[in-house]
């Protein structure tokens, strides 16, 4: 779950490790109701990451409003499939699994990043393309 502002290939990475664990996933895409400086809308977003998967009928898309939990909840999640980067990442996903555990029951499953893409997030891949830097290496394509 998350903005997906813009979709990576470490988000990519963190899908295509995570599928094997589960019958399905649900890609929960933070709906309109966040107002980032030239964030795309939540359907633009969804459509690129729906045509990435559009090949695994696993895999759903779908945008979120509110709580992540609530939003797993409603979708019969067992689990939220989160990915970390660095011990940054891991204290604050840390945190929100303690929460979203006492709150609904579900449990958080954390993957580690492949060290390649431990750099990787989607502030720098904005930041990339403003400055007008060939960001391409860091977006996924779709698998043939």
Known sequence: MGSFNPFTVGHD???TRALPLFDRL??????????????????ERIKAIKDLYCD??????????????DF???ENAH???????SVKDFEYEREQADINRQLSGI???LLYAEPQFSSISS?????????????????PHKKH
């Open 56 to 69: 695994e009928p696993r895999i759903e898309v779908k945008p979120y409003y509110g709580l992540a939990v």
């Open 107 to 109: 449990e958080t499953i």
């Open 79 to 85: 689990f939220i499939v989160k990915g970390v980067r």
């Open 26 to 43: 649900v890609i929960g895409v933070v709906g309109d109701q966040v107002h980032k400086p030239d964030m795309p809308s939540a359907e």
């Open 13 to 15: 990475s963190i899908v």
């Open 123 to 139: 502030t720098m891949v904005r930041e990339l393309q403003h400055f007008g830097v060939d960001v391409s290496e860091y977006l």
């Open 72 to 74: 797993a909840r409603a």
